[in-house]
């Protein structure tokens, strides 16, 4: 059977009245604790797993919400992250770094107008790219091993240390920072307790949404606090909610990019559309950023991450669908949910249940444009947001932190370990420290530190193993390049500037 025969066949399972309906309730779920800060992705699919286990439903349609909701919380996560400098998840961290820039312009609509077109891209790039290469993609992304899993991350921690800031040593002490704080906890190789000052809460480690709502969300009403002063306090303009035909061709490449390159990071087991948001950022600044606009509200910084990290989603179902390897952590409880349902992915999974993989594939194209058509007319209604009196806001975005954090363990200890990320990040704001480089070493050290301990373990303690791999290689020269081009090339300049100074001297 063709691929197109096979997606005809898909069709007809997700047009369905009960699909459709579920694919619309999925993307309109997922959009909303997208929004929520706190709740993200893989808490709301987790959530949600039981509801399709009480209600019955059938393999295809379970995964055709589950899925619905994963890419309807991918979109709704910039929402937050653009109006209120709070990520509802981590692979909206980054844009905040320009889509919040925009927002304080009264440029929220463009923002948010081009983070849904963005995703509606690279969605529909993404379920393209599972149709016809996944089981090609998939075959090639099995050939990385820990060594060259640890020289992705490294490469990932390289790029966001050079361009996060304007100071490299900053960026760097920050990105250690996030790297220390993922070593609290139990070691799991000797049940040691590291950096847990005898806290039986830190056992577990460093929970990701306290570390991120305090030093971004807290921080930020800090911030705003300390500006804003009685009778002094200015609403921020809504120009217009809806993206310019100008604006949509300026940021038509970093869309087209980001879907690209998060497609081929979302394939790759364990990436996640973290790392695809965070390398599609600083790629698309390094190759578009010559007026030095990245980072104060360039509309191509919002659309590259959103792209990717949308793109990612779809990539990360290929090793779960055709290796039965999650790609994130999300695909991870999709998996799950599978399993329990009698449905084992794998390399037999395309022969053995047609109806779920081509049904799953022919609703997403289904739910991206659901997801564009209920997200569009809504961008007016987000953007009203920016209205609220800040005595109002305020106190609303606070009150959400807390009950954002609390949900998650229903541990008083975390919001006294939010407030306390709050200050600090308050403090490293005031001194010029960027904060994404601290969330992605947070993010990505447990993993990074598993691979090294894996590389290590396989050759025997042996520090060129990590270097033995063409693949790895290319990866560490690629992270050594992206570190240390951008000193080599300021350097240049100063020495060029220099030279025409001694001329005009003589």
Known sequence: MSVFQSLAQGFSVALMPLNLGLAFAGALMGTIIGVLPGIGPI???????????????????????????????????????????????????????????????????????????????????????????????????????????????????????????????????????????????????????????????????????????????????????????????????VDRVFISFKELIFSAGAIMRGSMLGFFIGVLPGAGASIASFISYTFEKRISNKDDTFGKGDIRGVAAPEAANNAAAGGALIPLLTLGVPGSGTTAILLGALMGMNVTPGPMMFQQHPKVVWGLVASMYVGNVMLLILNLPLVGLFTKILLIPRWVLLPVVTIISFIGVYSVNNSPFDLLLMAGFGLLGYIMRKMDFPLAPVILGLVLGELMEKNLRRAMALSDGDWGYLFTNPISIILWIMAAVSLFAPLIFRRLGQLKEQAVTGEDEL
């Open 43 to 237: 808490t709301g699919v987790a959530i949600l797993v039981p509801l399709t286990y009480a209600l019955k439903l059938p393999p295809e349609s379970a995964m055709i919400l589950l899925a619905g909701i994963y890419y309807g919380a991918m979109y709704g996560g910039s929402t937050t992250s653009i109006l209120l400098n709070v990520p509802g998840e981590t692979a909206s961290v980054v844009t905040t770094l320009d889509g919040y820039q925009m927002a304080r312009q009264g440029r929220a609509g463009p923002a948010l107008a081009v983070a849904a077109i963005g995703s509606f891209v690279a969605g529909t790039i993404s379920v393209m790219g599972l149709m016809f290469f996944g089981p090609y993609l998939a075959s090639w992304a099995i050939r990385f091993g820990p060594a060259e899993y640890l020289a992705l991350m490294v490469f990932a921690f390289s790029m966001i240390s050079s361009l996060a800031g304007r100071s490299l040593i900053k960026a760097l002490i920050a990105t250690c920072f996030g790297l220390t704080l993922a070593t609290v906890g139990m070691d799991t190789g000797s049940a040691v307790p590291r950096y847990t000052f005898g806290q039986l809460k830190l056992y577990d480690g460093m929970d990701f949404l306290v570390v991120a709502i305090g030093l971004f969300a807290i921080s930020e009403v800090l911030v705003l606090l300390e500006e804003t002063h009685v009778g002094t306090a200015v609403q921020a303009k």
